[in-house]
């Protein structure tokens, strides 16, 4: 099992930035693929980016590349999200999860967190 938490989230003017957090316990962090996706409301969850378990390889949605950078410290099982020039249309709950390689499909992610609201007005 694993366990993971969002931190982070919150409320920011369009062109501001926020660094998301999420947390892991429970088996070897080390050993995952880690994600990010979102949900905006009415709309269905979408991949914003994943990044390998040694951190080597990251992936993007392109709606996100170029002002998202996903990052991971495995000596404090923890995997980041920092959003740039943030704009309204990235206002949605944001989910970390946990998968055994890296993908872009929600679907190959075992583990969610609960999710962490990120508000950007206009």
């Known amino acids: 099992q694993v366990q993971l938490v969002e931190s982070g989230g919150g409320l920011v003017q369009a062109g501001g930035s926020l660094r998301l957090s999420c947390a892991a316990s429970?088996?070897?962090?080390?050993?995952?693929?880690m994600g990010w996706f979102r949900q905006a409301p009415g709309k269905e969850r979408a991949f914003v980016a994943s990044?390998?378990?040694?951190?080597?390889?990251?992936y993007y949605a392109s709606s996100v590349k170029g002002r998202f950078t996903i990052s991971r410290d495995n000596d404090k099982n923890t995997v980041y999200l920092q959003m740039n020039s943030l704009k309204p249309e990235d206002t949605a709950v944001y989910y970390c999860?946990?998968?055994?390689?890296?993908?872009?499909?929600?679907?190959?992610?075992?583990?969610w967190g609960q999710g962490t609201q990120v508000t950007v007005s206009s």
């Open positions: 999860a946990a998968a055994s390689s890296i993908s872009a499909r929600d679907n190959d992610y075992r583990y």
């Open positions: 429970g088996r070897s962090f080390s050993t995952l693929a």
């Open positions: 990044i390998s378990w040694v951190g080597g390889a990251t």
